[in-house]
């Protein structure tokens, strides 16, 4: 069965997390060893994975124990490659960058590296399974890791912030949790393609609106959009930079939005034709975010809130274009995930190694950086022009993915939208740039240094890929996004290739 | 009908304690309550008026095989599941609080206001 | 002064052997009756934690504990994962109950196959950890130090 690597997904990160408390006794070093070595092997599976289907062109699927509809599913297409590769590249570059950050934290170094794995293990179980419970399951583990290490510094802000962030986020959970007993109470089944049958076969009644809307506010809280934004701010700027690089670039977009996407589309089988309310309720919440996301960092003088409530309003562009809900529209919005986790990803880590050499983060005092930190300061001002949809990088095809999408929809309000909160986007985000990069000052800077080689290197690891994905847009397209887009778009076919595989 | 509606009443119970105390412990008291109230809600699902609890105590249950009278077990493993995450995320709130009251020496709310957001 | 008076340490260590026991009992059983790791772990926690509430206040905990409850969680995590990958490697299914120890007959006491290990796994993973949150929860001044 060629579906055998898929529980390797969820067992490598998992037994590393067991692994660090214990070895880590023996040696301190050992914790680093073993996750940066956990975090490569699962970067390995999932190119490795994705390379089979996309050679053999069909999905890679699992029954765990073998019991087939009454186990677990695991569950591997084009849509879950896509999701995973990010979540290991994010969290690969994350894990080595942590190595040289942690050397400002005295102590902790195994629990926090144990925390990371079980971040990790969290979200690719969540990509892979083909279970409702299970990805509830999956979600909680990566949530209540992601509140520790939120907390991680033990400091007033940071413990302040994550148990805002956790009790929203467990109000969330417990929405959710809502939302699946209602659905388990009517179809008796959690497997998710036996699940969309069931519900096929019910139509369009009141209880499958409000089973949607039950498990949509859950979904929203856990993605920060707009009006449940308010701990996404706080927990980013609190946490320390590779998690804040991990719950933006990743966390958010994975448990949120890949959530919402597989159980809404797959599932429930919404689509644009049919259900045209939920699509314009996309529509009408990612404007909202986008644009008030978008002010609000305006008016920012911290560096990680600024990027946080970047973060928001590029949430609110990934649902718009899922809003769209044409094959431009949704392509636009799986390419924005990829280009938003690299570029953020990066920001986050400059902000984190800037913040660790100047000793500070507030714009108004971070000034001429350009001169001691260059590369840290190009890989930001690269991130910074794909984020804001500048040519050639990533943002630049996913933002434009969502424009064409907006035009051939003929909602041109809405590719009007888009465009202008690109300018507004790169407005704020070269405000970062002219303060604390470039701007002179008479005196000079502070003792700053580059940071250390490990820190710098997966900065530009991630700087190179955005570069990558821009140029060679075309085979991000054919290869990752194209074939995940249809997966969406055919959403009940997911049942079909399930149940018949 | 009634014990549904109890769960919901349960719910909004917690989301009230949760939305307009100020004490951090009544908080996370208001939390477990929610949480109560949705493991109920699931529980009741597999609920079957004068089913057995679904264990096979006896070598003949054995070998009749798959005994209908029993109540869905699947809801039980599930609320078992979740009751154990909420304990670790109840663990993990209360430890929140109390460094929170070490940093602030307060569990009111309105006092632990260092973030603007 | 270490610990409560003379009348609560005699008890508790009575108390205490009769709970692991029945902790026990539920982890072995868990295959055959109500109960199982998770609620038999519960009960050795809490054999633990009325021993280390008893005997010495909570500020005198060593550390020595703290380490070994969090090694012996780590374990029963392994071990639960090792007993996954048993199946795996076995008979290529994740989980798969392998036939690789006594299947036995129904409702005996050494039957079940992987079943009676993974609850004594999650048996240990729980007992430990819920120690150690005790631990971490009551001392957690000490802990900071650390």
């Known amino acids: 069965m060629e579906g055998r690597i898929l529980p390797l ?52 699927h699992y029954w765990v124990g073998g019991w087939r509809l009454i186990g677990i599913a695991m569950w591997f297409d084009a849509l879950t490659a896509l999701v995973v590769f990010i979540i290991n590249i994010v969290g690969f570059c994350a894990t080595i960058y942590s190595i040289r950050y942690l050397d400002r934290y005295t102590s902790g170094r195994w629990k926090f590296f144990t925390l990371l794995l079980l971040l990790i293990a969290g979200l690719n179980g969540l990509a892979i399974s083909g279970d409702l419970f299970n990805m509830f399951v999956f979600i909680e583990i990566s949530a209540i890791a992601s509140y520790a290490l939120v907390a991680f510094g033990t400091e007033e802000e940071e413990v302040e912030a994550a148990f805002k962030y956790m009790v929203l986020g467990e109000v969330g959970g417990a929405i959710l949790l809502f939302g699946i007993a209602l659905l388990y109470a009517r179809a008796s089944t959690l497997n998710l393609a036996h699940l969309s049958q069931v519900l096929a076969g019910m139509g369009r009644t009141p209880f499958y609106w409000f089973v949607i809307a039950t498990l949509l506010v859950g979904f929203a809280i856990k993605m920060g959009m707009e009006p449940f934004h308010a701990w996404l701010a706080d927990a980013h700027f609190s946490a320390p930079a590779p998690i804040s690089a991990m719950l933006s670039g990743v966390f958010i977009k994975i448990t949120g939005v890949y959530g919402m996407c597989r159980l809404m589309f797959n599932v429930f089988g919404v689509s644009r034709l049919e259900t045209p309310a939920f699509f314009n309720l996309l529509i009408a919440f990612g404007a909202v975010s986008m644009v008030l996301g978008g002010l609000l960092a305006y008016t920012q003088s911290d560096y990680k809130r600024l990027l946080a409530y970047s973060s928001i309003s590029q949430i609110g ?60 300061t190009w890989s930001h001002i690269i991130a910074s022009f794909s984020m804001a949809g500048l040519p050639p990088f990533a943002g630049f095809f996913s933002k434009l993915f969502i424009i064409i999408g907006a035009l051939t929809a003929r909602m041109y309000w809405l590719a009007f939208l888009a465009a202008l909160f690109s300018a507004v986007t790169l407005g704020y985000l070269t405000k970062v740039v002219n303060l604390s990069f470039f701007a002179r000052k008479d005196e000079p800077p502070t003792t700053a240094r580059e940071a250390p080689a490990l820190m710098v290197l997966a900065t530009l690891l991630l700087v190179v890929l955005v570069l990558a994905a821009g140029l060679g847009f075309k085979g991000v397209l054919d290869h990752l996004v194209g074939p995940a887009a249809k997966v969406l778009l055919n959403g009940l076919e997911y049942a079909r290739l399930v149940l018949g595989g | 009908m009634i014990p549904y509606v109890a769960c919901v009443l349960l719910f909004l119970i917690g989301l009230y304690v949760v939305i307009s105390k100020r004490n951090l412990i009544k908080i996370v008291i208001g939390f477990s309550l929610i949480e109560y109230a949705v493991n109920l809600f699931f529980a009741l699902v597999g609920f079957k008026k004068g089913a057995l609890a679904p264990i096979i105590t006896t070598l003949e249950q054995v070998r009749m095989g798959v005994n209908r009278n029993f109540v ?46 | 002064m270490r610990g409560m008076s003379l009348i609560v340490r005699v008890m508790t260590g ?68 090792g007993l996954a990958l048993a199946g795996y490697i076995a008979a290529d ?7 690789l120890f006594f299947i036995g007959q129904p409702l005996q006491l050494v039957s079940g196959g992987l079943i009676p290990l993974a609850n004594i796994a999650i ?18 001044r000490f802990v900071m130090k650390e």
Not at chain 2, 85 to 114: C, H, Q
């Open chain 1, 9 to 60: 997904f969820v067992a490598i990160p998992l037994a590393g997390a067991f692994l660090v408390p214990l070895l880590s006794k023996l040696w301190s070093r050992f914790s680093d060893l073993i996750a940066s070595i956990a975090s490569a092997l699962l970067l390995g599976i999932s190119i490795y994975s994705w390379l089979i289907i996309s050679a053999a062109g069909v999905p890679l």
């Open chain 1, 317 to 376: 562009y990934l649902l718009v274009a899922l809003g769209i809900g044409n094959f431009w529209g949704i392509a636009g919005a799986l390419f924005h995930i990829i280009a938003h986790a690299l570029a953020k990803g990066t920001l986050f880590l400059a902000a984190g190694s800037v913040e660790r050499q100047a000793g500070t983060r507030n714009l108004e005092q971070l000034r001429g950086l350009e001169r001691v930190m260059p590369a840290t």
């Open chain 2, 72 to 117: 869905d077990p699947v809801p039980q493993a599930l609320v078992l599941t979740a009751i154990v995450i909420g304990l670790s995320t109840t663990a993990l709130m209360l430890s929140l609080a109390m460094r929170l009251y070490e940093k602030y020496k307060t569990f009111d709310i309105s006092e632990i206001r260092r973030l603007k957001g």
């Open chain 3, 14 to 81: 009575l108390l205490a052997g009769i709970l692991m026991l029945y902790g026990g009992y539920i982890i072995l059983h868990g295959h055959l009756t109500p109960g199982g790791g998770f609620a038999g772990g519960v009960l050795v926690a809490a054999a633990l934690i009325l021993v280390s509430l008893a005997h010495g206040s909570v500020e005198q905990v060593e550390r020595r504990e703290y380490i070994l409850s969090s090694v012996f969680e780590s374990s029963g995590g392994l071990l639960f994962l």
């Open chain 3, 93 to 99: 299914c994740f989980f798969r109950n392998a036939g």
């Open chain 3, 123 to 140: 048996g240990l993973k729980v007992g430990a950890g819920l120690f150690a949150i005790f631990l971490a929860l009551g001392a957690s």
